[in-house]
């Protein structure tokens, strides 16, 4: 069965970077991207950006673009989200979800992983 | 950006009632690329329907959707005591958003 596990949860000072990993399994996983979702406390459901694990290219929401980098590793299919000069309100839950490519939904979802930003 | 509202913020039912959840948006959504996601607390969101009127893998046929162009409806056609959660509506026709939430709540 298709399953996302994503890496644990962390803590960072304001300014750090944190890198969160999604490790795929149960489906061949070059043939499919990988979307980032994040949830702030209480909030609701903010896009990130995707990448496909195919060919390596990504498309980032405009908020995030210059500050967060997606990566893909095909040999241990797993994806990586990296975010640079964090503040306090990055701290929130980050999702890594399964995608089939642009015009397609989120069909499998990791388990989600605290990042907390805090001096 | 397309905006995405849901209405109603809130909606208190009691079980075996019928739910309609609504999503608006803000332009018309390319060839109804909107899906429906459930989220219950702790829990990652589960994909429940897709191009507006598809089920996903697994999703009990209670669970209805409908629209195209601008509104989008999520029905639920006989609520059972698991289905109270949070409803997101999402599109993925021009970039991606999601709407703000309906949270489906016990009367």
């Known amino acids: 069965q298709v399953q996302l596990v994503q890496s644990g949860a962390e803590v960072k000072k304001p300014g750090a970077s944190v890198k969160v990993s999604c490790k795929a399994s149960?489906?061949?996983?070059?043939?499919?991207?990988i979307s980032w979702v994040r949830q702030a406390p209480g909030q609701g459901l903010e896009w990130m950006g995707w990448?496909?694990?195919?060919?390596?290219?990504?498309d980032k929401a405009q908020k995030f673009q210059g500050r967060v980098t997606m990566t893909t590793d095909t040999s241990t299919s797993t994806a990586y989200m990296e975010m640079r000069s964090l503040r306090s309100d990055d701290t929130a839950v980050y999702y890594c979800?399964?995608?089939?490519?642009?015009?397609?939904?989120?069909?499998?979802w990791g388990q989600g992983t605290l990042v907390t930003v805090s001096s | 950006e397309i905006v995405l509202t849901q209405s109603p913020g809130t909606l208190s039912l009691s079980p075996g009632e019928r739910a309609t959840l609504s999503c608006r948006a803000s332009?018309?959504?390319?060839?109804?690329?909107l899906a429906w996601y459930q989220q219950k607390p702790g829990q990652a969101p589960r994909l429940l329907i897709y191009?507006?009127?598809n089920r996903a893998t697994g999703i009990p046929d209670r669970f209805s959707g409908s629209g195209s162009g601008t509104d989008f409806t999520l029905t639920i056609s006989r609520l059972e005591p698991e289905d109270f959660a949070v409803y997101y509506c999402?599109?993925?026709?021009?970039?991606?958003?999601f709407g703000q939430g309906t949270r489906l709540e016990i009367k």
């Open positions: 979800a399964r995608v089939s490519g642009w015009y397609w939904p989120f069909d499998h």
């Open positions: 149960g489906y061949t996983f070059s043939t499919y991207g």
């Open positions: 990448i496909s694990a195919y060919n390596g290219n990504t």
């Open positions: 332009q018309a959504i390319i060839n109804s690329y």
């Open positions: 191009g507006a009127s």
């Open positions: 999402q599109q993925y026709g021009y970039s991606v958003t």
